[in-house]
C-alpha cells in the first residue's frame, strides 16, 4: 500500500514541478516573442528537463517540456500542431483565446507526440 502511495504522490509532486518549470520559462518566452516567431529550440533547462517553445504569428505560444535531444523531431512535432491549431482557430464555433476542449485536437496531438517525440 505504501508503495502505490508514495509513487501516486511523487507523479503528482512531479507534475507540479513540471508546471513550475513551464511557468518560469515563461519570463524567457515573453522577451524573446517579440523579436522573433516559430521555433525557438531550447529556451530553458532544469536538471535534465528542456523547454522548447514554438510562437505563431500570432503570438501564441506552444511549450514543450522534455528530455528528449531531437531537434528536428521537436520542430515538426510543432508544426504539425500549429496546423491543427489553425484548423481549430478557423472553426467558426471556436472562440478565439477560449480552451481548446476538442477529443479530436487532443487525440491528434498524442499522436504527433508518439510519432516525432
Known amino acids: 500500500m505504501r508503495t502505490q502511495f508514495t509513487s501516486s504522490r511523487r507523479k503528482e509532486d512531479q507534475a507540479y514541478q513540471h508546471q513550475f518549470i513551464l511557468h518560469a520559462a515563461l519570463d524567457v518566452v515573453q522577451d524573446l516573442a ?3 516567431s516559430l521555433f525557438l ?3 530553458d ?3 535534465d528537463l528542456v523547454v522548447s517553445v514554438y510562437i505563431t504569428a500570432g503570438h ?3 511549450m514543450l517540456l522534455h528530455d528528449s535531444r531531437s531537434e528536428d523531431g521537436i520542430k515538426s512535432f510543432f508544426q504539425e500542431v500549429h496546423e ?3 484548423k481549430i482557430f478557423l472553426n467558426p464555433l471556436y472562440l478565439p ?3 481548446i476542449t476538442s477529443s479530436h485536437f487532443n487525440t ?3 499522436a504527433l507526440a508518439r510519432k516525432y517525440l
Open 84 to 86: 491543427l491549431y489553425i
Open 97 to 99: 483565446g477560449s480552451r
Open 34 to 36: 517579440w523579436a522573433t
Open 45 to 47: 533547462r532544469f536538471n
Open 60 to 62: 501564441t505560444r506552444f
Open 108 to 110: 491528434k496531438v498524442r
Open 41 to 43: 529550440k531550447s529556451v
